[in-house]
């Protein structure tokens, strides 16, 4: 006759305590988990999957809606290589980053003014004004800028009227730059608020007690407490910028060609090229890549040892 012993009479002390340890191990491992899993589906349904897809199709010559997807080789990436599709990736880049670079000098001043220098009950009713152009289409804006900049708009008519003569911006890289600088300078405004508002005051007036000018303490002081403010901004701005089709497509014309625009027609245009146009796709990811990697590694201010 056989007696069966139960396992836990089987089990030492050890093995004992160490299994409530495990439970709470696995529980403390899961919630986070649990938290994460609704934005990490989001992200993987939404953003890596559709990148993985479109990287497929980049890797395919001569694709069309309805073609077999048999990935063959970099063709496209070549083909991107070429002077003409250069030009409009420098374009795409140079519109971008003057585009920032109007926006920081635009913004810093605006920025500062209301967190430092306007009363607090004003603030918010500031910061608002700032946000309403947002509340509104950017078709609407856009169509706004062509009114004004037409050869018989407002501008042009201001100027007639004072004996000075036309200005020729509408369908012209200026005119981009203008209305991509007004419908972004709310975002640099809004980021460069938030690190101003927290700038230490007792250290502007160290340095002033010490002989600095308001030059060496904007550049010495000011400047290195707002860095990750400034390169969040900039960063923020140059990646709407880059991948900006409106404002290129109604205020610049043909002679204003960007990569973004240059996509649309690869994949809603009368080419009808899905691999090119995702090979272009995946170059504008590479470049904000590369954006986000040079904030994260260079924007950071470690303090001085």
Do not use: H
Request: charged share 10%; proline share 7%.
């Amino acid at each position: 006759m056989s007696i069966k012993i139960p396992n836990s009479a089987l089990e030492s002390p050890s093995d004992i305590a160490e299994k409530p340890q495990l439970n709470r191990y696995q529980i403390q491992w899961l919630a986070p988990m649990a938290l994460l899993a609704p934005s990490g589906i989001w992200l993987l349904l939404l953003l890596l999957l559709p990148t993985l897809i479109i990287f497929e199709l980049s890797l395919v010559t001569n694709i069309r809606p309805g073609d077999i997807v048999n990935p063959n080789g970099f063709q496209n990436y070549i083909r991107i290589l070429e002077p003409l599709y250069l030009r409009v990736i420098f374009n795409s880049l140079f519109l971008a980053i003057n585009t920032t670079i109007i926006c920081l000098i635009l913004g810093f001043p605006v920025a500062y003014w209301i967190a430092q220098i306007a009363p607090k009950r004003w603030r918010n009713l500031l910061l608002l004004g700032f946000v309403l152009p947002l509340w509104t289409s950017s078709l609407l804006r856009s169509y706004a800028w062509i009114t004004i900049l037409r050869p018989t708009g407002l501008l042009n008519s201001l100027l007639t009227s004072v004996g000075l003569p036309a200005l020729e911006l509408l369908n012209r890289s200026p005119a981009v730059l203008i209305g991509m600088s007004y419908s972004l300078l709310p975002y640099m405004v809004l980021v460069l608020y938030a690190s101003l508002e927290k700038l230490d005051k007792q250290l502007l007036e160290a340095a002033a007690d010490l002989g600095a000018n308001p030059r060496q303490t904007f550049l010495r002081v000011t400047v290195p407490q707002v860095l990750p403010g400034i390169a969040a901004g900039s960063l923020l701005v140059f990646i709407i910028a880059l991948g900006d089709f409106i404002d290129p497509e109604l205020l610049g014309g043909a002679s204003s060609m960007t990569a973004a625009r240059l996509v649309y027609n690869q994949f809603l245009g009368a080419t009808q090229n899905w691999g090119f146009g995702s090979a272009l796709s995946m170059t504008l990811i590479l470049f904000v890549s590369i954006a986000i990697a040079l904030v994260i590694k260079f924007g950071e201010v470690k303090p001085k040892k």
